[in-house]
């Protein structure tokens, strides 16, 4: 019996440390600069969006250059500060998800790698680990689900991260920063919410599906049109009819 205890205590505790390690983080790291993937966007990304993957193909040891600077640094987070850590993430999540266009351009759409991947267990691209962070292979869903809505709570992420597609919010085509970071939020919230991927009225709005697929996070405090009065330039009425438009998934160039 003292031996099967010891057995469970030992097997409980590998469980808890496999689940705390799914979440990278490393000790007595520093933010790593955002400057050469800020040149980068600037140079490969419109002001609307639009991105030329050719133009970041032709720049490819430039993009890996930044990626292994970030793979190398990730958070430590007893010392980073919460904006910084969030900036690290979000800019991490655009460089990852171009470095996967780039590795496998001609493509038409992000959706169509994960069958082409061919890789047993992976349901999706997204869960695809193409990556490591603090010597962990990782994934874009890991970064997203795990880290960024999970310890951050902030629904202006879904506006901050990219998926390659027609439909998702623009990239911005500058780095996020943690001294800038929720100006930053506030500019890709008003632009995504006011853009064509939307159709605002007072009495009815036609809205994009991301506002269905995550509007636990657009609701924590008040209604989904309460969100969306914060940064509609239209008054939306509380009683508005809401509806969802279908979503692009070609690529965003």
């Known amino acids: 019996m003292k031996n099967l205890k010891i057995y469970l205590v030992l097997f409980l505790s590998s469980i808890l440390l496999s689940c705390q390690s799914s979440v990278p983080g490393m000790a007595e790291t520093t933010p ?5 993937w800020n040149e980068l966007l600037k140079a490969n990304v419109s002001s609307d969006g639009k991105v030329d993957y050719k133009g970041f193909i032709k720049e490819k040891a430039k993009l890996e250059s930044y990626l292994k600077s970030i793979s190398e ?6 010392a980073w500060s919460k904006d910084e850590q969030l900036a690290y993430w979000i800019n991490a999540y655009n460089a990852f998800t171009v470095k996967l266009i780039v590795d496998n351009y001609p493509v038409e759409s992000i959706k169509d790698l994960g069958p082409a991947l061919k890789i047993p267990l992976i349901k999706d691209v997204w869960h695809y680990k193409f990556f490591k962070i603090a010597g962990q292979e990782s994934s874009l869903d890991e ?7 999970k310890e951050f709570e902030e629904p202006r992420i879904h506006f901050a991260i990219n998926c390659a597609s027609v439909s998702c919010p623009p990239l911005l085509n500058e780095a996020f920063e943690a001294a800038t970071i929720n100006a930053q939020l506030d500019k890709v919230a008003k632009g995504f919410i006011n853009s064509s991927r939307n159709k605002i009225t007072p009495d009815a709005i036609q809205i994009s599906s991301i506002f269905s697929w995550f509007k636990g996070d657009f609701t924590k405090n008040g209604s989904l049109i309460d969100f969306l009065n914060k940064y509609s330039k239209i008054k ?3 009683d508005a009819k809401v509806s969802h438009l279908d979503y692009d998934w070609n690529l965003n160039e």
């Open 73 to 78: 640094n990730a958070p430590d987070r007893k």
């Open 32 to 36: 790593p600069s955002h400057k050469v």
């Open 236 to 238: 939306i009425k509380s």
């Open 143 to 149: 970064i997203e689900h795990s880290i960024l809505r």
